[in-house]
């Protein structure tokens, strides 16, 4: 019997490259597809292209990402983030195929505090979680072999991210900062696409779930531990020290953050019948294979 065909849209972000290269890897028949190949901004042209394409699979991982941006351009976050995921759903629907769509944590509105669970409810306060709820919302009403996996603070190789950040700013700088009242749980791609990975098609899972690492920090907790990873690695810092800042200091931001929006990942790890590993286990061992090229 021959392997499911997998597409992932928004291959050359840091997720989808992510998920292509390790399922690749893995054995598996995938294949990954950029904006040039496949672009939600136009509905007609982005079913025309699918329509032409064999998959049994198809992983979403395209999206508008840039916060501030949808607060500014809603009808494109909206369409890109929301209406394009029905128009792939539906594709996916009647091809027989399984969609996997990428969501955010940022479809809560952060007013917990405690752990969400997938049977929490979405209230997102930014335009940017409108369009991303907006998108699930689609997908799941389209059919009930569907999947939408929330994600939070993505990190990895791909492309630079928070920790890639923090610790290129700590090599030239005496002073840096980093917010101390948000409160999220970090996300490795690499874990991310072995967790998925089972839930391709060996174990049936469909509607909500949550896909990030265990625990919880601050994003200065976050920067503080990739610096002392980076230390321990042996990587030459001007600066060892996270200093804390607040969330309303950030005059630059446009869009409301929503400040606590830990997932659990209870169903999760029953699904695949073992829990993510907690996320300074994820990032000391991406610290510590990038330390080389820093």
Same mark, same amino acid.
């Given at each position: 019997?021959?392997?499911?065909?997998?597409i992932v849209?928004?291959?050359?972000?840091r997720?989808?490259?992510a *998920?292509?290269?390790e399922?690749?890897?893995?054995?598996?028949d995938?294949?990954?597809?950029?904006?040039?190949?496949l672009n939600?901004?136009?509905?007609?042209?982005?079913?025309a292209?699918?329509?032409?394409l064999?998959?049994?699979?198809?992983?979403?991982?395209?999206?508008q990402?840039?916060?501030?941006?949808?607060?500014?351009?809603?009808?494109?976050?909206?369409?890109l983030?929301?209406?394009a995921v029905?128009?792939?759903g539906?594709?996916?629907?009647?091809?027989n195929?399984?969609?996997i769509?990428?969501?955010?944590?940022? $479809?809560f509105?952060g007013n917990?505090?405690?752990?969400?669970t997938?049977?929490?409810?979405?209230?997102?306060?930014?335009?940017?979680?409108?369009?991303?709820?907006?998108?699930?919302k689609?997908?799941?009403s %389209?059919?009930?072999?569907h999947?939408?996996a929330?994600v939070?603070?993505?990190?990895g190789?791909?492309?630079p991210?928070?920790?890639?950040?923090?610790?290129?700013?700590a090599?030239?700088?005496d002073? $840096?900062?980093?917010i101390?009242d948000?409160?999220?749980?970090p996300?490795?791609?690499f874990?991310?696409a072995?967790? *998925?990975h089972?839930?391709?098609?060996?174990?049936?899972?469909?509607?909500?779930l949550?896909?990030?690492?265990?625990?919880?920090?601050?994003?200065?907790?976050?920067g503080q531990?990739a610096?002392?990873?980076?230390?321990?690695?042996g990587v030459s810092?001007?600066?060892h020290t996270i200093?804390?800042?607040?969330?309303q200091?950030?005059?630059?931001?446009?869009?409301?953050?929503?400040?606590y929006? $830990?997932?659990?990942?209870?169903?999760?790890?029953?699904?695949?019948?073992?829990?993510?590993?907690?996320?300074?286990?994820? %990032?000391?061992?991406?610290?510590n294979?990038?330390?080389?090229y820093?």
């Amino acid at each position: 019997m021959s392997k499911p065909r997998i597409i992932v849209t928004g291959a050359h972000g840091r997720l989808g490259a992510a *998920l292509v290269r390790e399922w690749k890897h893995l054995g598996e028949d995938v294949q990954g597809y950029g904006r040039e190949e496949l672009n939600l901004a136009d509905s007609t042209v982005l079913k025309a292209a699918l329509n032409q394409l064999n998959f049994d699979i198809l992983v979403n991982c395209a999206a508008q990402t840039n916060v501030d941006r949808c607060e500014d351009h809603v009808e494109e976050a909206m369409q890109l983030n929301g209406h394009a995921v029905g128009v792939i759903g539906e594709i996916c629907r009647q091809k027989n195929a399984r969609c996997i769509h990428i969501s955010t944590d940022y $479809v809560f509105d952060g007013n917990k505090t405690t752990p969400y669970t997938e049977k929490d409810e979405a209230l997102p306060i930014s335009k940017y979680g409108e369009s991303k709820l907006l998108g699930e919302k689609t997908l799941l009403s %389209v059919s009930d072999k569907h999947l939408v996996a929330r994600v939070s603070w993505v990190f990895g190789p791909d492309r630079p991210s928070f920790v890639d950040q923090i610790i290129k700013r700590a090599m030239t700088q005496d002073k $840096v900062d980093a917010i101390c009242d948000k409160i999220a749980v970090p996300t490795y791609t690499f874990d991310a696409a072995m967790l *998925l990975h089972p839930l391709l098609y060996q174990t049936p899972a469909s509607g909500l779930l949550h896909l990030c690492n265990n625990g919880s920090c601050t994003w200065q907790e976050y920067g503080q531990f990739a610096l002392d990873c980076a230390l321990e690695a042996g990587v030459s810092l001007k600066a060892h020290t996270i200093g804390p800042q607040k969330m309303q200091e950030l005059t630059a931001f446009i869009a409301r953050r929503p400040p606590y929006t $830990v997932m659990s990942t209870n169903l999760l790890s029953e699904l695949i019948g073992k829990p993510p590993r907690e996320w300074r286990d994820a %990032v000391k061992e991406y610290v510590n294979k990038q330390a080389a090229y820093l």
